[in-house]
């Protein structure tokens, strides 16, 4: 398996700034990818995702970005707010005999100040 | 419209000793996944299960085993714990053939 480092990489941004959290991925297979947020002592919650044959999608505030010539995927929320704070995964999804599996990445930090 | 629950939410075990972690999946979901996440790293995936059958494993030990019932719900059974083994266990589901999963709280498992 992949080799992570024990620190986080750490994205801080003043309330109201727009924030772009970056991922690179490995797997050109990859069927589908998704964002998570996961707060301090809970589980990863379900921001965003993306099937591979699309270049971008956009939710409420978040917008995800797909370069697949680069593998490259990243999460763009605007006009970030204090509630917005908390590690955020990419996963790549890949489907095999009709069910998916995700990897995740190693992660990266957000920290908004208000 | 229950979210997916798990329970314990902290264990402390003692290394060498066996422990049963429990998951309820989302309302209407009958696939469940487990990952294993240590401290500072994203989830590694361990087992998903679909019709009470284990159908892809990542890379765990046989240590690590699991059950699913006909309600969906799932256990997931460690065995000869090691000090390793201390994370959060976070159990996730999805209902085929939508491919996002929906995780739950986490048990935190503190192997001494």
């Known amino acids: 398996g992949e080799s992570v480092g024990l620190h986080l990489p750490t994205l801080s941004v003043q309330e109201g700034d727009n924030s772009i959290i970056n991922c690179a991925y490995s797997?050109?297979?990859?069927?589908?990818f998704i964002w998570y947020k996961q707060e301090s002592g809970k589980g990863p919650q379900f921001i965003i995702d993306?099937?591979?044959?699309?270049d971008k999608r956009q939710g409420q505030r978040v917008t995800v970005l797909l370069n697949k010539t680069v593998k490259h995927l990243s999460l763009q929320i605007a006009a970030t707010q204090p509630g917005d704070s908390a590690v955020y995964f990419c996963?790549?999804?890949?489907?095999?005999?009709?069910?998916?599996?995700?990897?995740f990445g190693k992660g990266t930090m957000l920290l908004v100040s208000p | 419209d229950a979210g997916v629950t798990q329970s314990p939410t902290h264990l402390i075990k003692t290394r060498g000793q066996q422990v049963t972690l429990r998951c309820s999946p989302k309302?209407?979901?009958?696939?469940v996944s487990w990952y294993q996440q240590a401290l500072g790293q994203g989830p590694q995936f361990i087992f998903q299960?679909?019709?009470?059958?284990?159908?892809q494993r990542g890379n765990f030990p046989d240590r690590f085993s699991g059950h699913q019932y006909p309600n969906y719900s799932s256990e997931l059974n460690v065995n000869a714990l090691l000090l390793g083994d201390s994370a959060l266990y976070l159990c996730?589901?999805?209902?085929?053939?939508?491919?996002?999963?929906?995780f739950g709280p986490g048990t935190r498992l503190l192997v001494l």
């Open positions: 996963a790549e999804g890949r489907m095999n005999s009709g069910y998916s599996t995700l990897t």
């Open positions: 299960y679909y019709e009470e059958e284990e159908r």
């Open positions: 797997n050109s297979a990859s069927d589908y």
């Open positions: 993306i099937r591979s044959n699309m």
């Open positions: 309302s209407g979901h009958d696939t």
């Open positions: 996730a589901s999805n209902a085929e053939p939508s491919e996002t999963q929906y």
